[in-house]
């Protein structure tokens, strides 16, 4: 595939047009318009042709785009045609609710292994996987491909974990702790910071309540 | 307060900037020079000083910034400062997640209702709080005041119960729903699409891989 360098900003929008194209082919529809699309996404239809131009053969054709080969398109170069192996680190709520996501598996995404510390969660059961201890990972990782590791585990023991996870040849962290791990170049590393989210609401809602004055 | 048109880019960096500045806290550090903070954030010090003279009063003193001044002045412009009444609808694995965060707590955000359908979990509680079921939202939401409510619920019910909370005068939905909701402009809304964030992880993984080759 030839190297092309697309903007963070494009590449974050992806996502949201698979979402919709899915919705799309779940109602059977077709064809769609840059236009009807950018209607449905409250975006601009100019947004759109520009978007989906950075990548090849989103041709826009007479009646719109097919939207099952944008999609399919769309989820290639978002890797979704690629099976991917997952484990989850830390099986309290936040953990057990991703394991729990049967969307993931349709993304791609298999559930293979689920670590905690807590020996009272020891080989209970999350959709068919056993809870492991985090003392057999090691040894998980050096018999089974994993791809990505979710960490849903205090930010006390987040660092600790992202580095033994980066040694054993993990390239990929979904990281929920509340930090920033350090991690090497190699390593990809996705953030979902509640709290970052949340306080970015609390701004919102002042400065719309303060607005309405 | 005087009305400032602060980016949307600045704010997202707030959140980044109270979480560290409370690290430094806890480590009882005092005060802090730009630069100093710039290499811990793997940020740039004139990056810093750009975002943090967009606010008044955060004049940089001579030795730096004083630690706790700047801490309390960002969570003032978030409004950490004032309290909130959080509602989680949805009281599965991520509601119960979100309702067990004592982190939120300490930011102001007070969890006030849990609510489900699935009668198995009426009157059990998480933290004190017993879950409710939704039937009784509206009358929950004439009796005590409702600033956020957390929407944990599947896609199929979101745009419906959402459109219930801003009848009800909610004004503010943290969404989880994997769904932009279509709510009016007096309601505040803040999605956190998990998928979202896995696909675009997806990407970086192979993107990472495609380079190293």
Chains 1, 2 share one sequence.
Request: aromatic share 8%; glycine share 8%.
């Amino acid at each position: 595939m030839e190297k092309k360098t697309i903007s963070p900003a494009v590449i974050r929008r992806l996502p949201r047009y698979y979402r919709y194209l899915g919705e799309l082919l779940d109602q059977e529809v077709e064809g769609i318009s840059s236009y009807e699309l950018s209607k449905r996404m409250h975006s601009t239809a100019s947004q759109i042709r520009q978007d989906l131009n950075n990548f090849d053969n989103f041709g826009h054709l007479g009646y719109g785009y097919n939207v099952k080969n944008l999609r399919d398109k769309i989820g290639e170069i978002l890797g979704l045609d690629q099976s991917r192996n997952l484990i989850v680190i830390g099986a309290g709520h936040l953990g057990q609710a991703i394991a729990n996501y049967a969307q993931f598996e349709r993304m791609g995404f298999t559930l293979t292994g689920l670590f905690d510390i807590n020996p009272d969660l020891a080989g209970k059961e999350v959709r068919g996987i056993p809870i492991l201890m985090l003392d057999d990972l090691d040894r998980f990782a050096l018999e089974h491909r994993v791809d990505i590791a979710a960490l849903t585990i205090p930010k006390s023991a987040a660092q600790s974990v992202a580095r033994r996870l980066t040694g054993l040849g993990v390239p990929a962290i979904w990281n929920f702790a509340h930090v920033d791990l350090e991690v090497g170049e190699k390593t990809v590393v996705e953030n979902v910071h509640l709290s970052d989210s949340l306080m970015e609401l609390s701004y919102n809602l002042m400065s719309r309540s303060r607005d309405s004055k």
